[in-house]
């Protein structure tokens, strides 16, 4: 059974900084590319960033470029999401989920809407002072 868990969402002033973690379970991680993507309410889901089955690819949105940075531990099946200097427009539940194609496909050239296979439950991310 797919399984993702995310964690680390909170509140955090502008300026702050937040990791989020993902825990995945169920299946072989380096199988998949991985992606972040946030809701916030009234807004349509926005693709953060994604990484590459092997590590070596990343891709950003450009409202998170320089800022947030993906990482991923395939031998202890992790997803991390650093973020740093934290805007108010941020504020969103963050997923992270499996991508049906490569990150490659929906980046490059030009960024087009991600399709997602599984998602966790979400972490919240309120940025506010």
């Known amino acids: 059974q797919v399984q993702l868990v995310e964690s680390g969402g909170g509140l955090v002033q502008p300026g702050g900084s937040l990791r989020l973690s993902c825990a995945a379970s169920?299946?072989?991680?380096?199988?998949?590319?991985i992606g972040w993507f946030r809701q916030a309410p009234g807004k349509e889901r926005e693709g953060v960033s994604c990484?590459?089955?092997?590590?070596?690819?990343?891709y950003y949105a450009d409202s998170v470029k320089g800022r947030f940075t993906i990482s991923r531990d395939n031998a202890k099946k992790m997803v991390y999401l650093q973020m740093n200097s934290l805007k108010p427009e941020d504020t969103a539940v963050y997923y992270c989920?499996?991508?049906?194609?490569?990150?490659?496909?929906?980046?490059?050239?030009?960024?087009?809407?991600?399709?997602?296979?599984?998602w966790g439950q979400g972490t919240q991310v309120t940025v506010s002072s």
């Open positions: 169920g299946f072989t991680l380096n199988y998949y590319a």
């Open positions: 990484i590459s089955r092997s590590n070596s690819r990343t």
């Open positions: 989920a499996t991508l049906i194609r490569a990150c490659s496909y929906y980046y490059t050239p030009a960024p087009k809407p991600v399709e997602y296979d599984y």
